[in-house]
């Protein structure tokens, strides 16, 4: 789940608790009682790109993901004057149609009209000055829970003193080595009342791949409370020594957002509420409004809020063998599988299993060393990620790689 569908669901469920169960009664959830909101997903930057915006309405508890809104219109207004009009590119997700980037000190506002004639519109939010992050570090480290790994770290300073709210999110990509990676793969034909086995040769694209994921918490940073606009040493990330993330080698790109106070509010309840032990906790602060409302019925909430913040980024990378290399290191659990026919199986029966074995994607041969001819053929297997990271990854090298 990314991290929009993930803060969605927080705000369906703050929603669906002040709507349906009260302040202090205990409950019981009934989906078919759950109204149907718009959901509004809308940051927008000064890094001159197609901006995004997604539309979707809030989702029942037994679905994974929001019901795309489609068929809107969108556009955003700079000033009065400038009108930055928006396409719709798949199901809920809207581009811009020009590239643009917000400009601080300039006044924006978002104005939406749905399919069903509908129309929703933003407060005017000023784009607030950029403040460029000082470094991105890493280091070793033990946690508070006693574990060993990297800390990711971040330093920033503002001189005038003025950006003071601060919401980050990061992209950590990490490399894939498969361990047991063989140079052959095996591949079978059933025929009639026969089943040929023979070696080919395994894709290069197996051994080495690539996998990024997103940050799944909301981290906000106030400066207002300190004695100068200044962040140092906050922990980003951290990864344990024995995770796969940090097994070969490792990248992280971290985005501060240099945001609005009423932003910063926003998104400082829903840290509050997401990192409470469960969201059926005793906590129940109810809807959380934010700055978009419904021109055609005052009464109507709706989800989301339109974020115009500055952004900046910086890429780190580091090898395993730098920091943490005398740790243990994840591991896959790659014992070897050697099918044998059962008891009364012919071995037409058996050979006809073993095809299916192999045609199915949770095996890889474990070596060409052996009797694919034999019959029945002499093979091991072993679980398909020791032998192709395709299992976990993406063959694909990023273009931002850096060996």
């Known amino acids: 789940m990314n991290s929009y569908t993930r803060h969605i669901g927080i705000l ?12 202090t009664e205990s409950f019981e959830i009934e989906n078919d009682r759950i109204e149907n909101f718009l959901v509004i997903n809308a940051t927008v ?52 149609v020009q590239e643009f980037g917000v400009t ?84 079978s034909q059933l025929q009639a009342a026969d089943v040929v ?52 080698r490792y990248s992280i790109l971290v985005k501060q957002y240099v945001q609005t106070k009423e932003a910063q509010a926003f998104y400082k309840v829903l840290s509050d509420f997401s990192g409470s032990e469960t969201v059926f ?8 409004r934010g700055n978009i409302v419904s021109e055609t019925d005052g009464d109507e909430n709706v989800v989301g809020f339109f974020d115009v913040s500055s952004l900046t980024e910086q890429r780190v990378f580091f090898n395993r063998g730098e920091l943490i290399g005398d740790l243990p290191v994840y591991m896959l659990e790659c014992q070897e599988f050697v099918p044998e026919p059962s008891m009364n199986e012919s071995v037409f029966e058996y050979e006809k299993r073993l095809h299916f074995t ?12 052996l009797n ?14 020791c032998g192709d990271c395709t299992a976990i990854g993406n063959s694909e090298v990023p273009g931002f790689w850096v060996d």
């Open 197 to 248: 086995f023979s070696l080919v040769e395994r894709p290069q694209g197996q051994r080495v791949c690539y996998k990024t994921e997103l940050s799944k918490n909301i981290n906000v940073v106030n400066t207002s409370g300190f004695t100068e606009d200044r962040i140092q040493d906050l922990m980003i990330n951290f990864i344990p020594a024995d995770d796969i993330r940090v097994a070969d």
């Open 45 to 96: 930057t000064d890094k001159v790109s197609n901006q995004r915006i997604v539309l979707s309405r809030t989702f029942g508890f037994e679905e994974s993901e929001p019901i795309p809104e489609e068929g809107a219109s969108i556009v955003i207004i700079e000033n009065n004057v400038t009108e930055y009009q928006f396409n719709e590119n798949s199901p809920g997700e809207y581009y811009s």
């Open 281 to 288: 906790s005793q906590i129940q602060p109810g809807f959380i």
């Open 358 to 369: 192999i045609a199915g994607s949770r095996y890889k041969l474990a070596s060409s060393n």
């Open 104 to 187: 601080a000190g300039n006044e924006y506002k978002l104005i939406v009209r749905t399919a069903n004639g509908r129309s929703y519109s933003s407060q005017k939010v000023i784009a607030p000055q950029p403040t460029s992050i000082e470094r991105v570090y890493v280091k070793r480290m033990i946690n508070d829970q006693g574990t060993e790994g990297v800390g990711v770290f971040l330093d920033t300073f503002d001189l005038t003193g003025n950006s003071l709210y601060y919401r980050y999110e990061f992209e950590e990509t990490y490399r894939i080595v498969a361990p047991l990676w063989i140079s052959f793969d095996i591949v």
């Open 372 to 385: 694919v001819t034999a019959s029945p053929p002499a093979i091991r297997l072993i679980p398909r990620a």
């Open 12 to 23: 369906f469920l703050l929603i669906s608790f002040v709507l349906l169960f009260g302040c």
